[in-house]
């Protein structure tokens, strides 16, 4: 489900990635 979250937390998700894309993906997917 982590697309799903993403999706839904795109600014959330984009503040994350310039910060730590990887590890944002494993704490969401896990």
Known sequence: ???VS???N???FIK???DNDY????SHCE
């Open 23 to 26: 590890h944002y993906r494993l």
């Open 16 to 18: 994350m990635l310039i």
């Open 10 to 12: 795109k600014v959330e």
């Open 1 to 3: 489900m982590c697309i």
């Open 6 to 8: 993403a999706v839904q």
